[in-house]
């Protein structure tokens, strides 16, 4: 098993350009998050699914968009994209909610550059 | 809304020695506090975890402790190797959602040989 996979590893974008990052996992994982991690900050939730065709906001969701038309496939796009929104994002995924036997997986994550 | 605190954020000790890491939280009603581990260039990975209904758990050299009184949980990691250095992330699962954690600011832990 790949476990969850990010694309791109890398990427740097000009201020007000779009992109979509791809998030797939193959342990057939119900639930799905995308978080980014900024200096000092540790991990924030931007937008979660807890099933295919479902979505909802985290803690800092403005400005980024989410789909999941497939259980096994997460996408985070920015449309605009914003000097504010340079960091490293990662996704995870879990099988059911965060309870005590549930443990959730990490991607290697992608590292966005805004300029 | 939940809000986990965590110190130091940078914390060195000599090989073989212990290190703690410990972390507040501010939501009574949060029932479940997992530790992860980052090492440099990947996501974090699940290092060990406790339910508010446990105080203390151990996997051999790591443990952790938690004080619901005082919404205080630590880790705790004894006889340090190299391969322990990585930056730790503590976090918190509020009771009103099974669906989210709260992360902590991480601290950067320096094993010296």
């Known amino acids: 098993n790949a476990g969850v996979t990010q694309t791109p590893k890398f990427r740097v974008l000009k201020t007000g350009q779009s992109m979509t990052l791809l998030c797939a996992q193959d342990?057939?994982?119900?639930?799905m998050y995308w978080y980014r991690q900024d200096p000092g900050m540790g991990l924030r939730l931007i937008h979660y699914s807890v099933g295919e065709g479902t979505t909802a906001k985290g803690e800092v969701p403005d400005g980024y968009n989410v789909s999941r038309l497939k259980k096994q496939n997460f996408l985070l796009g920015l449309e605009s994209a914003a000097p504010s929104q340079t960091s490293v994002y990662f996704c995870a995924s879990s099988y059911r909610g965060l309870a005590g036997d549930n443990e959730q997986f990490f991607g290697p994550g992608t590292r966005l550059t805004v300029l | 809304g939940e809000n986990v605190e965590q110190h130091p954020s940078t914390l060195s000790v000599q090989e073989g020695d212990s290190a703690v890491i410990k972390c507040t939280y501010s939501d009574s009603a949060s029932n479940y506090f997992p530790w992860y581990k980052q090492e440099l260039g990947k996501g974090p990975q699940l290092i060990i975890d406790i339910r508010s209904n446990v105080g203390e758990k151990k996997d051999q050299r790591i443990a952790v402790t938690l004080n619901k009184t005082a919404k205080h949980f630590s880790l705790h990691i004894t006889e340090t190797q190299p391969e322990d250095s990585a930056v730790y992330f503590c976090?918190?699962?509020?009771?009103?959602?099974?669906?989210?954690?709260?992360f902590g600011s991480g601290t950067r832990l320096s094993i010296r040989p």
């Open positions: 342990m057939n994982h119900e639930y």
């Open positions: 976090a918190a699962r509020p009771y009103s959602s099974a669906s989210k954690i709260i």
